[in-house]
């Protein structure tokens, strides 16, 4: 059958909740052998599973590499992380006011806001921003 190893890489990494009607799916067009079933390691392909190889230290977010640099690539988790909050007004209220508490700066966290422009912030909405950025940066 031409195509069966296309279409089974293409289920080995698709997400586990849809593996089986995917598979029928194939079956039935007959792009895959009727006998065929999910090896139980494909099972495990979940967000969940996902999440936890996201934490570990030696799984890249740009495994095939990226022209961003480090501090290009902490701006965009921390500015990912501040449209996520400001969603809400009341999730934008709480970091809002807790951006005003005493926060560590690193020499990182200095390297992103001056590429951002707010190591100097001039005008309330620019310190306030910065601020923000700080406390999703930390």
Not at 5 to 32: C, H, M, P, T, Y
Not at 48 to 77: A, R, V, W, Y
Not at 96 to 108: K, M
Not at 119 to 127: C, D, E, H, R, Y
Request: proline share 6%; glycine share 6%; with cysteine.
């Amino acid at each position: 059958m031409a195509g069966t190893v296309n279409i089974k890489r293409l289920l080995a990494i698709s997400d586990a909740r849809f593996q089986g009607e995917l598979l029928a799916s194939a079956k039935k067009a007959g792009k895959i052998h009727t006998q065929f079933t999910l090896p139980s390691a494909w099972k495990n392909n979940s967000p969940q599973k996902l999440m936890t190889l996201e934490k570990n230290p030696h799984f890249s977010p740009f495994p095939l590499g990226s022209d961003f640099d480090e501090t290009e690539q902490q701006l965009i988790n921390a500015l990912t992380k501040m449209k996520g909050a400001m969603a809400s007004p009341q999730t934008l209220l709480y970091h809002l006011l807790a951006s005003l508490l005493p926060q560590q700066e690193s020499n990182e966290t200095q390297l992103c806001l001056e590429r951002m422009g707010l190591s100097a912030p001039q005008g309330l909405k620019n310190k306030m921003l910065a601020r923000l950025l700080v406390r999703f940066l930390n």
